[in-house]
């Protein structure tokens, strides 16, 4: 019997992604989850107090991952680029520790970023560029760059972001999906680094 109420769960988890992918977390309608998961609404109160919740199902890993990388990136011992002589080397290196590093970044991310409105979740891309934003600054300043404009900082740190979430949404298959967020975080990386 616990795995019929497992299997309606994820059915309901399932269903819930697809809607709110589709119509944000305001436009998308329990009712039209529950039924396209093959439920009652009545019968989703025992696996979900509400909306909210259920969307909160869906994020909370992403969400802590996210949270974690980005608070934590720094503690991660980077490799001395001063030691290794060739520049596809440090490559290698850096796009390695990034692959290691760089949570799931599912669905999941985008329902974070484009259909939270209306949950607590909702300010979560302003928050996330203010992080990007800052820690680009920190980057800049520790390699030595003495002038640094702060809108341009914005703009690196919005569009970083919307890079990841179109790779996300354009492929699929989860390795392709981290290749190329390496790749992308790599160009950003780069480019940090040459204007120093």
């Not at 850096?94 to 300010?123: H, Q, W």
Request: with cysteine.
């Amino acid at each position: 019997m616990q795995y019929k109420k497992d299997e309606i769960r994820l059915k309901i988890l399932l269903e819930a992604e697809k809607e709110f992918l589709e119509k944000g977390f305001d436009g998308a309608s329990l009712r039209k989850i529950v039924k396209k998961a093959g439920t009652s609404i009545g019968n989703f109160y025992n696996y979900f107090e509400n909306k909210e919740e259920l969307f909160e199902e869906l994020v909370k890993e992403e969400y802590t991952n996210l949270i974690y990388f980005l608070k934590n990136h720094n503690g991660v011992e980077a490799p001395n680029f001063n030691d290794i002589l060739k520049e596809d080397q440090w490559k290698t290196i850096l796009a390695s520790t990034l692959y290691e590093m760089i949570p799931r970044l599912s669905n999941s991310f985008v329902l974070l970023f484009e259909s939270s409105k209306g949950t607590k979740f909702e300010n979560i891309r302003q928050e996330i560029v203010k992080i990007l934003k800052e820690h680009f600054i920190e980057h800049m300043l520790d390699k030595g760059l003495k002038y640094l404009n702060i809108a341009f900082a914005d703009l690196v740190a919005e569009q970083c972001l919307n890079g990841i979430i179109y790779i996300i949404k354009k492929h699929k298959d989860v390795d392709v999906r981290k290749k190329l967020i390496v790749e992308h975080l790599m160009f950003y990386i780069i480019g940090v680094m040459s204007l120093c």
